[in-house]
């Protein structure tokens, strides 16, 4: 058996991690436009300073070395012969294989600004190339705008705000982080930041740059009609994932990405997919998590993606910690809206028929090992004795002569 994996973030190395645990002999082969192992989580941190290269790795120092993978780095993948079973390099270079794992990710969008791809001081937020330009802007730029205020914007402006560059965001939706939080929880982080001298304008977008004579931004013009000085562009706004290989394939896509189902199998029995390449967001642990589970799969030991509550994110900004747990703002008329609020934390749970749909925790985590555990035992809150924000496991979990939990309904 020959395997081989297209991408070297969190879904293809904890793949090739998990094969190489399942399977001991086969031979794993590692195709990656990356030359590192690096998380893009984190990159903000290498942008400031905070961590080196070596910091930034999430895998084992000798890697390919200890899970006996061909790792062919700096190398990217153009095309697939599925009937043939063969991976087509950038010169040409064909890579055979029995059973493939395509996580190949994604790459930054440029939305269809005016202007804006045909000017040279704009870059991405998604690999370290763009670290590495955005240190060098860092020393010079001052009028620095962050198109989007979502996870990656928000990262991207703490960078820099490491590197005591002041940048401006901004962001089409209402408030920032707009997918995780409500507009109560978004207002903690928007005063933060403008006390750090952050400025922001929510609820328009950028309807194009002006350029001067050698294509550089030197404008930008928001949809109310206001002009802002700008000598750099960085684009977090959106992501687009990396299937362009696959066109002329027959390999289903949608029109966010890949198509694969709860055990990572795509419309070909031995292509698997993994992580942002299916264009629906992934958090990190889930990325990993569909890695495995692909890998499982791929070599032989069954498994599916059904563990996982619709979307969770953490997050630390300006020294403000917040969770986030499915849809914050929901809008269904059916929907029961708990709120308790206290000088240093706030808390928002949402439910339907007994069951938690969302959720968001700000300021005080302490609660969310609790949350989690109703959710993910999809313990009808209705049933609890106590009020919801005052549960604690003594409430509703009793150990039984094993030790295993049980719920006691009320």
């Known amino acids: 058996m020959k395997y081989v994996v297209l991408g070297s973030s969190a879904a293809g190395v904890n793949g090739v991690r998990e094969l190489r645990k399942i399977d001991n002999e086969s031979e794993i082969v590692l195709i990656s436009k990356d030359k590192a192992i690096y998380s893009r989580c984190i990159l903000h941190q290498y942008l400031s300073g905070e961590r080196n290269m070596e910091q930034l790795c999430f895998a084992e120092h000798d890697f390919a070395e200890l899970y006996r993978v061909n790792w062919m780095k700096g190398r990217s993948c153009v095309g697939l012969k599925p009937q043939e079973k063969l991976v087509i390099l950038e010169d040409g270079e064909t890579v055979s294989y029995d059973k493939l794992l395509i996580a190949t990710g994604s790459h930054t969008f440029v ?140 390999i289903e896509t949608s ?29 990190w642990p889930v990325a990993v998590k569909e890695g495995i589970v692909a890998a499982g799969n791929m070599a032989g030991v069954p498994r599916k993606m059904t563990d996982f509550f619709a979307s969770k994110s953490t997050m630390n900004f300006l020294g403000i910690p917040s969770m986030s747990l499915g849809d914050v703002n929901c809008e269904d008329t059916d929907i029961t809206a708990e709120v308790k609020e206290t000088k240093d934390s706030y808390k928002k749970i949402l439910h339907k028929d007994g069951k938690i749909v969302g959720a968001v925790l700000q300021g005080d985590l302490a609660y969310g090992g609790i949350l989690q555990q109703m959710i993910a035992r999809k313990i009808d809150v209705r049933k609890v004795k106590k009020p919801i924000f005052d549960i604690d496991y003594s409430d509703f979990f009793h150990i039984k002569e094993n030790f295993e939990f049980y719920f006691e309904e009320a």
């Open 111 to 250: 939305p269809p600004v005016k202007n804006l791809k045909e000017a040279k001081n704009v870059v991405g937020f998604r690999n370290i190339e763009d670290m590495e330009v955005l240190k060098e802007v860092a020393r010079k730029a001052r009028n620095i705008i962050v198109m989007g205020a979502g996870l990656v914007g928000m990262d991207c402006a703490v960078g820099f705000l490491e590197l005591g560059v002041k940048v401006t965001m901004v962001e089409m939706a209402g408030w920032l982080l707009s997918r995780q939080l409500d507009e109560r929880a978004a207002k903690t982080y928007q005063e933060a930041f403008e006390k750090h001298g952050i400025r922001q304008y929510y609820g328009v977008g950028i309807a194009e740059v002006v350029l001067d004579e050698e294509q550089n931004i030197r404008e930008a013009v928001l949809t109310d009609g206001t002009r802002l000085p700008c000598d750099y562009v960085v684009v977090t706004a959106g992501v687009r994932s990396n299937v362009e290989f696959l066109e002329g394939t027959g």
């Open 255 to 283: 029109r966010f990405g890949l198509i694969y189902d709860e055990t990572g199998k795509t419309s070909d029995d031995n292509i698997y997919g993994a992580g942002d390449v299916s264009g629906t967001s992934p958090i």
